[in-house]
């Protein structure tokens, strides 16, 4: 019987040939032993290179609406379920929202997006909206948004305005999503995933690591973005808030949230990988590694409510590296 070793070769190779990756096959990966992951990193990283070439994508947000959300996602420091104290203030106005974009693209980052906390925003709120990402777009950046649970009429209405791009994550596999929320299904953000690509747009769809899933779960949630055919894929890791539900769980170990990445490069090699929240909390000095693990992508800046690394620390990696943007 052929080695770990020689089996994910075996799997790369499969891949690099047009080949797709079984959830058998996917433990294969999972079972990689620590002594061993440097190898499984090699793997990835030649599956990125041939699909992805050694382009980095960069994007930044700005917390446009923040806090008081009536949802109860156990892992979101504005969720109705949380004592976490965050700052509350309505949707910011067109010119603070340009300004914060001007900021942002003067540093090299191609897209920019608006979140916004609650359920949905409001029709008064989405005309407001529209008129920002057409501001955006004239700026020569990729308007990208984070709204909610829109429907496809609302997403055109956003599309015509410029948006590129709509970002909802799945957050985890459909088994254990009840357990982090009860205010919305996993049906609902199926059904506005596929609202955003009938409207025409890109989408950018990931989930949430350290949360309690198993890596059932995390194949689960992989394959579930496969059949999707989402465009890029966020990974965030949990970084355990006071006040959270959520607020005792451990940080996930550096290596583990290194080989989620290898895992989604081999499910999804022609996707992009774009690492996010809880990089910089979890991986501390293996940071670097995340090109070499598979990603091609990264937001960089701070994220709604938690800290992130600066754009010229990012660029910085990059130029190391010898990628461009």
């Not at 000095?285 to 990012?314: C, K, Q, S, W």
């Amino acid at each position: 019987m052929d080695s770990l070793e020689d089996q994910i070769r075996h799997l790369e190779e499969k891949i690099i040939n047009g080949g797709s990756l079984s959830k058998e096959d996917s433990f294969l990966i999972v079972d990689t032993p620590e002594t061993d992951i440097f190898d499984l990193f090699a793997s990835a990283n030649r599956i990125r290179r041939h699909f992805r070439g050694n382009t980095v994508g960069l994007c930044s947000i700005v917390n446009a609406k923040s806090g008081a959300c009536p949802e109860d996602c156990s892992f979101c420091a504005q969720s109705s379920r949380s004592r976490a104290c965050v700052e509350v203030f309505p949707l910011l106005d067109k010119k603070t929202v340009i300004r914060k974009a001007k900021e942002v693209g003067k540093s090299g980052v191609k897209r920019f997006s608006i979140v916004t906390s609650g359920r949905k925003v409001s029709g008064k709120d989405l005309s407001r909206l529209a008129q920002m990402i057409s501001g955006i777009r004239t700026l020569g950046l990729l308007p990208c948004a984070s709204l909610g649970l829109l429907d496809e009429n609302e997403l055109l209405i956003l599309k015509r305005a410029g948006l590129e791009r709509y970002h909802h994550n799945l957050e985890t596999s459909e088994r254990f999503f009840s357990g982090i929320c009860s205010t919305h299904s996993y049906a609902d953000k199926v059904r506005t995933i596929k609202a955003a690509q009938s409207a025409g747009l890109s989408v950018c769809s990931g989930g949430i690591f350290g949360m309690g899933e198993t890596w059932q779960d995390r194949i689960d949630l992989a394959f579930a973005l496969r059949e999707l055919h989402v465009d890029s894929v966020p990974i965030n890791f949990l970084v355990p808030i006071n006040g959270t539900a959520l607020e005792q769980r451990d940080l996930l170990h550096p290596f583990h949230a290194l080989k989620i990445v290898s895992l989604y490069r081999f499910i999804l090699p022609r996707k992009e990988i774009r690492i996010c929240g809880g990089r910089a909390q979890v991986l501390h000095e293996f940071h670097p590694l995340v090109f070499p693990a598979g990603a091609d992508g990264m937001i960089t800046g701070n994220y709604l409510t938690t800290p992130g690394r600066t754009p010229e620390d990012d660029l910085r990696l990059i130029e190391t590296y010898g990628f461009t943007l």
